[in-house]
Nanobody, 126 residues
Framework: QVQLVESGGGLVQAGGSLRLSCAAS????????MGWFRQAPGKEREFVAA????????YYRDRVKGRFTISRDNAKNTVYLQMNSLKLEDTAVYYC???????????????????WGQGTQVTVSS
């Protein structure tokens, strides 16, 4: 079993930056695909970014491409989401997830992920 704990969320002004962290523990596997998802009030959970086990491949939804960067430090069992140029529409609860049977980083469906963190709130204000 893998446990994921997100941190780094908070309140930030539009145009600002924030870095989220996801610490993994338990039966971690460096081959797992790691992803970030978010859910805004009244909306369905949506894909944000994913990274392959080695960290060599990444994939982003179009709305965050060029602004967000996903990375991982396997020595620390941690994945990060650097968020720059934040917009009001980025306000959501952000979730870290792990896929133990990855196919490609381009798989965006949340149902393909096996482990989830509790989420961290990101609020962007004007």
């Amino acid at each position: 079993q893998v446990q994921l704990v997100e941190s780094g969320g908070g309140l930030v002004q539009a145009g600002g930056s924030l870095r989220l962290s996801c610490a993994a523990s338990g039966r971690t596997d460096r081959s797992y695909r790691m992803g970030w998802f978010r859910q805004a009030p009244g909306k369905e959970r949506e894909f944000v970014a994913a990274i392959s086990g080695s960290g060599s491949s990444t994939y982003y939804r179009d709305r965050v491409k060029g602004r967000f960067t996903i990375s991982r430090d396997n020595a620390k069992n941690t994945v990060y989401l650097q968020m720059n140029s934040l917009k009001l529409e980025d306000t959501a609860v952000y979730y870290c997830a792990a896929d133990q049977n990855p196919t490609t980083v381009r798989d965006t469906r949340s149902t393909f992920y096996d482990y989830w963190g509790q989420g961290t709130q990101v609020t962007v204000s004007s």
